[in-house]
């Protein structure tokens, strides 16, 4: 029995080819988007077909990619224009099936199963999706069906770009043997290299092992490897609409070692996210940062409190304290990052005896006119005089 | 130094004054206990890890005086295994090294100098009183379950202790529930204090107070002592402003009720659990002398409890954490407890009239 049911869809090069509709003369030109107007500091977000041609690839220095491609166009990321298409995009799935799983803001799993008496086979509804998608926003998607994700998303990543690539029963032998072994979901460069020293590089080398061989030798990774080289995944498509956390980070312009400029780039980062959760009706349990040393080296720390959260005052305070304690400022900084977890909804919240006094409710009211204000008139309207140490980069 | 002790008094009284033995070894000597032999005396045993210290003597004959500190739990295990015999201890100065003997058994543990040993803080008298043992351990269980666990507001990880001329109050709060209660007492003070008692001094009180005997309690700025059945409990205060008790227990109340102390407990526990799969939130429904309790719907499944109660007052509804009701449920000692409800939003209050005790439990929005 055919089970064909488990849709990936992905964009191709997402955002590049977001500029390119918005700029038709990007047309086959090799297209980088970085970091927002970050000069040569960031990394590289989407690179479109053309400039991978060049090598060009994502998370890659931008200054790396110059070298590979010095003619290519570098333009910085605009996010909002790229969340308003994957909502259209979004809005285009949800019609076939409500069951969605977004994985990022161009890429999901789709579950068709029972959508076939509305929609036709699933090779047809995949059809249609695509057709869809480009007739409404002129953007390509790259289409894996099959029975489960792991052969969804292999599928979906075998014709790129504008692929639809069927994986039923009785492909899954053919499809996977010659497939090399770090295309594996879970197999990164220190499992591959293992590998390899024992002879492994392709999936279909795996196949000789017995369950209990991959076991011993490699743990529960072994396990894993067994079923997924025989295309085994049983992992559900799961509708994940909730918000987790929210959080901010920024890249400098100019690495940054100084004490109270940090603290000034802390506090704007602490605006934003509070803001951001008083805009949702969240409050949060668990604050967290994440640091980027000059070389690259990342550190993240997290506190977690019973009390829950939301104002810019106590997401600064507690950040601050997270960063003096560990001692995260002793060198030179290229990203900080603040955020906020363990989010609980203003409407079911645990109310808290002493929130009702005179201070509190001020401070409640201040940040609630500053949110005004805001809105009205800018992010960067109005703030306390703790951000004038960010040093102006012209 | 040179003495001779009984195995059990010394177990015993190695027991009482380890809660004050340093856990960390950041300074080695506190892991320690301080042994002194005082001629007609016996030996002052002592611990302090510097929030806290413990003094107690116990019975010993004494052939010469002199001090070591001695590592606080090889000491312990070794007394715990001898057998209730008389132990020998010889102390060799130079190494400071004490010798044990009892009966063919022989020890010989290295210590420290004891002249490094901290002394334990003295304590001025600017507030002094005697207290009945029974009633401060009634006070403290009650109090201790509402303290916070949350360090980074010192302040409500301990209990605040009010002394008045003619009355003593101890209160917690964690912001969520707050435990109140105060007791008739003729302290003889010319001049209300308040200070604030770590949570962990009060977990070791508690763990040594008898249900016997009188307190004997002397305050100042900076530490508290207590003195009872012949243990010296010296303890460090929590510095810094106690949150403001008072303005949050309701004077007024639009519905109140008395339900059954043992049946609530049980009826709570069991919806407690399916409600502790998810947020441990449960919803308590008053109404025509009936008291349902639902667990809030989650992924885990459902529960309906009903409690007979005798009800004043319209109609009630709130959502509270599960845990809070059964930590106070537990600690009451009556049949019958009271509740008294203003509004969903507004703290869930249980009163024991014999002990002056009140108790807030701060709900939870429901999601309508």
């Not at chain 2, 010993?60 to 606080?72: F, H, N, Q, T, W």
């Not at chain 2, 349902?292 to 709130?318: C, F, L, R, W």
């Not at chain 2, 209050?349 to 939870?364: G, W």
Request: charged share 30%; proline share 3%.
């Amino acid at each position: 029995m055919n089970n064909l049911h488990i849709i990936h869809a992905d964009m191709d090069a997402f955002f590049a080819e977001v500029e390119r509709i918005d700029n038709p003369k990007l047309e086959g030109k090799a297209v980088i988007i970085g970091g927002v107007g970050l000069g040569d500091r960031g990394v590289v977000s989407t690179a479109s077909y053309e400039a991978r041609k060049y090598g060009v690839h994502s998370a890659m220095p931008i200054a790396a990619a110059k070298k590979l491609c010095p003619d290519g166009i570098y333009l910085p990321a605009r996010h909002k224009r790229y969340s308003q298409m994957s909502a259209e995009i979004f809005d285009i799935l949800t019609k076939y099936t409500p069951l969605i799983e977004k994985i990022s803001i161009d890429e999901a799993f789709l579950d068709i199963k029972g959508c076939e008496r509305l929609y036709g086979k699933p090779l047809q509804i995949a059809e249609k999706i695509k057709k869809e998608v480009y007739s409404q926003t002129g953007l390509k998607i790259s289409i894996g069906l099959s029975v489960n994700k792991f052969l969804a998303k292999l599928a979906s990543d075998f014709d790129k770009p504008d692929g639809l690539t069927v994986v039923s029963d009785g492909d899954i032998k053919t499809f996977l043997k010659d497939l090399r072994i770090d295309s594996i979901w879970g197999v990164g460069s220190k499992f591959k290299k293992s590998l390899n020293e024992i002879g492994i590089n392709y999936v279909k080398d795996i196949w000789p092992y017995s369950l209990t061989e991959l076991e011993n030798l490699f743990g529960k990774s072994g396990v894993k490897l067994y079923y997924l080289s025989r295309g085994i995944d049983e992992r559900k498509v799961e509708v994940r609409n909730e918000i987790k956390s929210v959080s901010h980070e920024e890249t400098f312009f100019d690495n940054v070692s100084d004490y109270s400029e940090i603290m000034a780039y802390l506090f704007k980062l602490s605006e934003k996210v509070s803001f951001r959760l008083r805009e949702n009706n969240f409050y949060g349990k668990i604050i967290f940062v994440k640091i980027r040393y000059d070389n690259f080296s990342t550190v993240s720390r997290q506190m977690s409190f019973k009390r829950s959260f939301n104002s810019t005052d106590e997401i600064y305070k507690f950040s601050k304290k997270l960063i003096d304690d560990n001692n995260l400022v002793d060198k030179e900084i290229r990203l900080l990052g603040v955020g906020v977890s363990g989010l609980v909804d203003e409407n079911k919240r645990q109310l808290n005896l002493f929130e009702n006094n005179k201070k509190n409710n001020e401070k409640r009211d201040l940040d609630k006119i500053v949110d005004d204000l805001k809105r009205k008139y800018g992010f960067n309207s109005i703030s306390k005089a703790r951000k004038l140490f960010i040093k102006d980069k012209k | 130094m040179k003495f001779k002790v009984n195995q059990k008094d010394l177990y015993n009284g190695l027991n009482i004054v380890r809660q004050a033995v340093a856990t960390s070894k950041t300074l080695p000597i506190l892991t320690g206990v301080h042994i002194k032999a005082v001629s007609n005396n016996g030996l002052i045993l002592k611990a302090t890890d510097l929030e806290l210290g413990i003094e107690y003597r116990i019975m010993a004959d004494i052939e010469k005086e002199g001090s070591i500190v001695l590592p606080a739990s090889q000491l312990l295990n070794i007394v715990r295994e001898l057998p209730d015999e008389e132990i020998y201890f010889n102390l060799n100065k130079d190494k400071w090294q004490a010798e044990i003997k009892c009966l063919s058994s022989l020890f010989k543990i290295n210590g420290y100098d004891p002249d490094e040993f901290p002394n334990l803080p003295e304590v001025n008298k600017n507030a002094e009183f005697n207290f009945p043992a029974v009633k401060l351990k009634n006070m403290i269980e009650k109090v201790i379950i509402s303290t916070s666990s949350d360090e980074t507001q010192p302040v409500l990880t301990g209990a605040l202790f009010v002394i008045k001329p003619e009355e003593v109050r101890m209160i917690s709060t964690n912001t969520y529930r707050l435990s109140y209660i105060e007791a008739d007492m003729k302290t003889n003070i010319d001049k209300n204090v308040e200070v604030i008692l770590p949570g962990s001094t009060l977990q070791e009180l508690n763990s040594l107070l008898k249900e016997e005997g009188s307190a004997e309690i002397v305050i100042d700025e900076n530490y508290v002592k207590f003195k009872f059945n012949g243990i010296v409990f010296i303890s460090r205060l929590i510095e810094g402003e106690f949150p403001n008790y008072e303005l949050v227990i309701p004077d007024e109340f639009n519905s109140e009720f008395y339900a059954d102390l043992s049946r609530l407990y049980k009826a709570v526990k069991r919806a407690s659990l399916i409600a502790r799969l998810d947020a441990n939130i449960i919803k308590l429904k008053a109404v025509n002398n009936m008291l349902e309790i639902d667990s809030i719907e989650g992924s885990s499944g459902y529960a309906h409890e009903e409690v007979k109660i005798e009800m004043n007052g319209n109609e009630q509804n709130i959502n509270i954490d599960a845990g809070y009701l059964l930590d106070v449920l537990k600690v009451l000692d009556e049949e019958e407890v009271k509740f008294e409800m203003i509004g969903p939003l507004n703290p869930l209050v249980i009163k024991s009239e014999q002990d002056k005790f009140i108790y807030l439990i701060m709900p939870v929005r429901s999601q309508s």
